[in-house]
Every structure is written in structure tokens, then in C-alpha cells.
């Protein structure tokens, strides 16, 4: 699947490669979709998943569709707990609204509010605040909400924790009763589901897979390692590692093409399977693996989903992969119905903040090998 399949316009289409993403996420391909029908949304997805894009690719898209609001109100309102979520989501509306005439902006609390007040002075369709400071702000006149079409709650969880429940139900009392809300939460309790009823009409539930359970599972294991060394040390861990067989995974086609050749060269019996591969190739070639015909398989994340090889002992991640939970995805494939799974990761310099988000996300250290012959 990818971003045009998902009726996005061509202004984020474009944004979109240039921001270098190819595949929307889980999250993405799920929420995408019913956001643009006009639902209300009840998300269960942690950081990590492409949560962001998912509710802001989708109002972008809405704002800039309908007429443009002369008197330039506020039209969108994103609520996020901590000033760091909220630069965060304003970081990614930039660039997704790059080519569209939206205005957007930011107000959290901690800092003078005079910049912020100028900016809302300017008029802006797209808001994204902290509780604390929108309410402030409001009472001060500096905003209205009367005219927000889209509301955003997100990490509802976080927001009880940090007892922002008061101030969540007064922005909620300003808002209009006619408006289209969406609702994220990592976590699913009773008092979460009560506020998204008093917030929701009618919302489409969706989930993505948790992430702890089967991960526990695996066990984990991380190579520091040159870009340049990454084939010899892919060598060196299939023939001293234990490897029966071997799920590898890089983030391009060619990579996955240049890996599986390489291999065979060296006498390995590797395949490569992508999204440019024809379905017979594919087929043959997954049907192979599960035979076990073929020792190593090399995939790009999509041309693997829903791949599952019984007693697959070995899942390398050749590259990082850009969304943390598709890390989770790819070493799930190992591990299956209980059986011990082995997960190797290389990491290049050029990697480390990938990982910096599998390591938020999955809360699982890996162990670092330190000593192995294609180190820095
Ligand atoms: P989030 O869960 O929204 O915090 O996103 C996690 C990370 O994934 C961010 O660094 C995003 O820029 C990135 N991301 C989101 N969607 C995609 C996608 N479809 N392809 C590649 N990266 C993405």
C-alpha cells in the first residue's frame, strides 16, 4: 500500500517523499482513511508507530479542502501533554503542510507568551498547545475556540498521569458541539474509555499491536559496525552464530537485491523478495524459505508482512528500519508460539537515532556485542 492508495492529496503526496517516507505505518493505513470520511476516532498506538502523521495528514488534507476560513480562527486543535510532544507534532506539521496554505502554530506553557501571542495575532487554521497554556491564553482573549472543526486529544493517558483532567474537560466545555475528534491512548482503562465517551460520538475503534509480550520472548542483540562492514559482518554472524536460518531485512529494494547477490556469490542459498519482484517470484521464493530450500531470505518490510516461517531461528536487521514498531513487526517473526527467537541488529552512526526509538518503544535493552571483527 502507499500514501496515494490512502486518497491523499498531491501537496502532502509530495511532502511526503521529500520527508523520504515510502509505506504508511499500521496506524497510518488504518486511521488515514476513516479521518477522511469524517469519523471520530478512538486510537489505541504508542509513539513510535506514526501516530502523528496519522491524524495530521488526514486534517491537513480537510482543512485545505474546505473554504478557507477569511477570519483565519482557529479550525484545528491538537492537545498534547509536555511542550516536547507538542514541538514535536508542530515539527512534523511543518513539514507535511509544507506546500498547502494552512497556518499553523504552537503555544505550550514554561515560556514568555508574547511570541506566541503574535503569532495567534496573525490568525492561524492548524493549533497545537498544552493544556495549561491554551486555557490561559483563552481567558486572556488571545483565542477563541468556538470555531474548531477537528480536535485532537492525544496521549489521554498522559494526561491523567500528569492530572491535566480538569483543564482537558474545560477546553472540551469551549469547543462546539459539531466538530470531528479523535482520541489517542497507549493504554485502554476504564477511566480512559469514560473520557473518550464524553469527547467521542460514535468513533471508530483501531489498534495497533501491542509491543511487549512477544518481544520478551526474543532475545536481542545489537552490533555496533561501518556502513562499509555491514556485508562482511553479515557473513561473519551467518556462519558463527548458530544461524539455521536466516530472515534479514534492509530498508531498499537494491539493498535487499545487492545483500541476496553478495550472499550467493558466497555460496549461501539467498533469495531477495521486494515490492519490484513479480508475485510468482515471490511466492517461489517465500515458499522456498518455508521449505527450508533457502537459508537466507532478504526482505524490505513490506514484501515480508505476513510472512510466517515456522522455526525461524534468526532475524537480522540489516538496517534500522525508520518506525520503531516496524522493528517490533520484523523481530516478531522469530520467537513465534513461545520457541526462543534471536534478533541481530547493525547499527551504523548514521542509525543511532532509529534506535534511540526502538529503545523508547519496546523498553527492552539490547546486548551490545562489542567485540566482533568488522567494529569501528
Ligand atoms: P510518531 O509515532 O508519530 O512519533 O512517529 C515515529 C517516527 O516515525 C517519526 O520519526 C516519524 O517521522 C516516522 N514516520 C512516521 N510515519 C512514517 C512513514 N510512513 N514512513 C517512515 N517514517 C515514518
Redesign the pocket.
Known amino acids: 500500500m502507499t500514501?496515494s492508495d490512502l486518497k491523499l492529496s498531491k501537496p502532502l503526496l509530495h511532502a511526503?517523499t521529500q520527508?523520504?517516507?515510502?509505506?504508511?505505518?499500521p496506524?497510518?493505513q488504518q486511521a488515514i482513511p476513516k479521518i477522511l470520511e469524517g469519523k471520530d476516532l478512538f486510537g489505541c498506538?504508542?509513539?513510535?508507530?506514526?501516530?502523528?502523521?496519522?491524524f495530521a495528514l488526514p486534517i491537513l488534507q480537510l482543512l485545505a479542502q474546505s473554504p478557507t476560513n477569511n477570519r483565519r480562527n482557529i479550525r484545528a486543535l491538537i492537545l498534547a501533554p509536555t511542550r516536547e510532544l507538542a514541538l514535536?507534532?508542530h515539527e512534523?506539521i511543518v513539514e507535511y503542510a509544507r506546500h498547502l496554505p494552512v497556518r499553523y502554530g504552537v503555544v505550550y506553557g514554561g515560556v514568555s507568551q508574547n511570541a506566541q501571542v503574535q503569532q495567534l495575532k496573525k490568525g492561524i487554521d492548524l493549533l497545537v498547545a498544552t493544556p495549561g497554556r491554551l486555557l490561559d491564553l483563552q481567558q486572556q482573549g488571545f483565542l477563541s475556540l468556538q470555531q474548531v472543526e477537528f480536535f485532537v486529544l492525544d496521549e489521554a493517558d498522559k494526561m491523567l498521569d500528569m492530572g491535566f483532567i480538569r483543564d482537558i474537560r474545560k477546553v472540551i466545555a469551549s469547543l462546539p458541539a459539531q466538530r470531528q475528534s479523535l482520541f489517542f491512548s497507549a493504554t485502554t482503562t476504564n477511566e480512559i474509555k469514560n473520557l473518550a465517551a464524553t469527547i467521542l460520538y460514535k468513533p471508530e475503534s483501531i489498534a495497533v499491536t501491542p509491543v511487549s509480550s512477544t518481544t520478551e520472548l526474543i532475545k536481542q542483540f545489537l552490533y555496533y559496525v561501518p556502513r562499509e562492514n555491514k556485508r562482511g559482518l553479515l557473513e561473519y554472524v551467518l556462519k558463527n552464530g548458530n544461524v539455521t536460518q536466516a530472515l534479514v531485512f534492509t530498508r531498499t529494494k537494491r539493498g535487499a537485491d545487492k545483500v541476496a547477490r553478495t550472499l550467493s556469490a558466497q555460496g549461501w542459498r539467498a533469495e531477495s523478495i521486494h515490492g519490484n519482484k513479480s508475485q510468482g517470484a515471490r511466492v517461489r521464493a517465500l515458499d522456498g524459505f518455508k521449505k527450508k530450500n533457502i537459508d537466507v531470505l532478504v526482505a524490505t518490510d513490506i514484501a515480508a508482512r505476513g510472512i510466517d516461517v515456522e522455526n525461524l531461528s534468526h532475524v537480522i536487521n540489516y538496517e534500522l528500519?525508520?518506525?520503531?514498531?516496524?522493528y517490533v513487526h520484523r523481530i516478531g517473526r522469530t520467537g513465534r508460539a513461545g520457541a526462543n527467537g534471536i534478533a541481530l541488529s547493525f547499527c551504523t552512526e548514521d542509525e543511532t537515532?532509529y534506535l534511540k526509538?526502538i529503545h523508547q518503544l519496546t523498553k527492552i535493552p539490547m546486548e551490545v556485542i562489542a567485540r566482533h571483527p568488522f567494529s569501528f
Open positions: 500514501f511526503l520527508k523520504g517516507y515510502s509505506t504508511p505505518t496506524i497510518q498506538a504508542q509513539t513510535g508507530t506514526g501516530k502523528t502523521a496519522a514535536q507534532i512534523n528500519p525508520e518506525v520503531a514498531e516496524t537515532d526509538g
